[in-house]
């Protein structure tokens, strides 16, 4: 399949929802072309947790354990490369990537994840994904028991807390400025000890990711083990947009129970189209998706 141009169906994304739904194809005998940049938003991460008989190991050793298990079936090809267009065509889709290349499927699935916007912060990104971290369920068991801070505002702030509470009892909440809880989470939050700092934060003092402490625009410090932060985020291409998939209105790609989007052939499965970012979720939502893309190629033909 090397120098094949025309596919079944064109992956976009080559981490573990991509990665699952060529699984799903492939034993299906789909040919399959998985399009990756090779960026997974998790490659800081030391260790991936909470996914059943992986917990513990590298995210890179799980994607290459995979993405080789993928590829011995021999209807899937994968190409490292970034998709910069698509185009609706009379039978399919047609996607270029940034060699200018241009391949051709019947139907689409985007396992794109999504791009968390950084903050101004100095030391910020170096830590994010080792101990400035985003999921209690993916990182918070190897912090238990220690000092731990929330960067977050509001009911967001609120709810992180409200599940870190039973990891720690030793939280701060860094709302950077005025903190704008309800009456109720206010006494909530005192009732667990919960204290809360409005003064913003300059910089994330640390060790090769490791964090030490953090340092407030006035100049006082503070030391943590770990802190959560709950980051706006955009779509890592404008290629579902641009071809009519609607996004909700938190900024993921609108998709029914079986990860279809709004547009006829295209899918979207992972970060991309839920909340829960997980491996586990991710994996699962592509086998659903690659399962019931299998689907509608059989209605369209059988």
Not at 1 to 19: Q, W
Not at 32 to 50: E, F, K, M, W, Y
Not at 86 to 100: L, P, R, S, V
Not at 187 to 214: C, D, F, M, R, Y
Request: charged content about 20%; aromatic content about 8%; some cysteine.
């Amino acid at each position: 399949m090397k120098h094949k141009k025309d596919f079944d169906v064109i992956i976009i994304g080559g981490s573990y929802a991509g990665l699952s739904a060529a699984l799903a194809l492939g034993r299906s005998r789909r040919t399959v072309l998985i399009i990756d940049s090779g960026a997974p938003c998790n490659r800081q991460t030391p260790h991936s947790h909470n996914f059943l008989t992986q917990d513990g190991e590298t995210p890179a050793a799980i994607a290459a354990k995979a993405r080789e298990q993928v590829l011995q079936y021999d209807t899937v090809r994968f190409l490292s490369g970034l998709a910069v267009s698509g185009t609706k065509t009379e039978d399919g889709f047609t996607i270029t990537t940034d060699a200018q290349e241009t391949f051709r499927a019947r139907k689409l699935i985007f396992a794109t994840g999504i791009k968390d916007i950084m903050p101004g912060i100095k030391g910020f990104s170096d830590c994010w994904g080792i101990s400035v971290i985003h999921c209690p369920y993916c990182h918070g068991y190897e912090f238990s028991g220690q000092k731990t801070g929330i960067l977050a505002n509001g009911d967001r702030a609120f709810h992180i807390a409200s599940l870190v509470n039973n990891l720690s009892d030793k939280i701060t909440v860094m709302s950077s400025g005025a903190a704008t809880f309800t009456e109720v989470q206010k006494e909530k939050l005192q009732q667990h000890k919960i204290n809360t700092v409005e003064t913003a934060v300059a910089e994330i003092i640390h060790e090769n990711g490791q964090l030490k402490s953090v340092l407030f625009t006035d100049g006082s410090q503070e030391d943590f083990s770990a802190v959560y932060a709950a980051l706006p985020f955009e779509q890592h291409t404008g290629i579902p947009a641009a071809l009519g998939c609607a996004l909700t209105e938190g900024g993921y790609i609108q998709v029914d129970a079986f990860q279809k989007t709004t547009m006829e052939g295209v899918y979207a499965c992972g970060d991309n189209a839920a909340m829960m970012r997980s491996v586990a979720h991710a994996v699962y939502t592509g086998n659903l998706a690659g399962a019931m893309v299998n689907k509608e190629l059989v209605d369209d033909s059988f």
